[in-house]
T-cell receptor
Framework: KAGVTQTPRYLIKTRGQQVTLSCSPI?????VSWYQQTPGQGLQFLFE???????NKGNFPGRFSGRQFSNSRSEMNVSTLELGDSALYLC????????????FGPGTRLTVL | DAKTTQPNSMESNEEEPVHLPCNHS???????IHWYRQLPSQGPEYVIHGLTSNVNNRMASLAIAEDRKSSTLILHRATLRDAAVYYC??????????FGKGTHLIIQP
């Protein structure tokens, strides 16, 4: 069974631009979560989607948004990029929100110049 | 604020047991204890989770203190492939995970 895939793997943007990252969960997994990982803050939860609905959100500004499609694929968008948004963005899927085990993708490395 | 405290790094020899500690004094009655590990240039990988009782799986064992304010991840026979950063996290099953800096585990051949 294929794992979680994320595209693109690397991205370079400039301040003020916006970016869209994509995640394809493991087949049969309906819950997708997004995380931001930085050396200073560690791994922080952004939001989780289940059945196309956002069910939980971390403490991030409204510039960070996401959505989930009917096939469980998910996208996250960051608008008006800031230098501090440079990070590894990870997507994780699980069968459903009641399951503890999450499966992570390799991440998208975003660099904001 | 980090909810868990872990040593920055630990070193062990190959084929010996490894005990990775984690303190989580603010844990609530419904919080699960999760352990993940991360190899360089990869996403985190699930290791084990538990609520109150000790847990075993094919990768590791999780020993949970009686007051649940600390736990220990046990790798029974470390291999070079176990060298990674190990993260301990607490939270409900429906909550997102939050990791601190974790423990960098070094395995000596």
């Amino acid at each position: 069974k294929a794992g979680v895939t994320q595209t693109p793997r690397y991205l370079i943007k400039t301040r003020g631009q916006q970016v869209t990252l994509s995640c394809s969960p493991i087949s049969g997994h309906r819950s997708v979560s997004w995380y931001q990982q930085t050396p200073g803050q560690g791994l922080q939860f952004l939001f989780e989607y289940f059945s196309e609905t956002q069910r939980n959100k971390g403490n991030f500004p409204g510039r960070f948004s996401g959505r989930q499609f009917s096939n469980s694929r998910s996208e996250m968008n960051v608008s008006t990029l800031e230098l501090g948004d440079s990070a590894l963005y990870l997507c994780a899927s699980r069968i459903g929100p009641q399951y503890n085990e999450q499966f992570f993708g390799p991440g998208t490395r975003l660099t904001v110049l | 604020d980090a909810k868990t405290t872990q040593p920055n790094s630990m070193e062990s020899n190959e084929e010996e047991p490894v005990h990775l500690p984690c303190n989580h004094s603010t844990i609530s009655g419904t919080d699960y204890i999760h352990w993940y590990r991360q190899l360089p240039s990869q996403g985190p990988e699930y290791v084990i989770h538990g609520l109150t009782s000790n847990v075993n799986n094919r990768m590791a064992s999780l020993a949970i203190a009686e007051d649940r304010k600390s736990s220990t991840l046990i790798l029974h026979r470390a291999t070079l492939r176990d060298a990674a950063v190990y993260y301990c996290s607490i939270g409900g099953g429906a909550d997102g995970l939050t990791f601190g800096k974790g423990t960098h585990l070094i395995i000596q051949p």
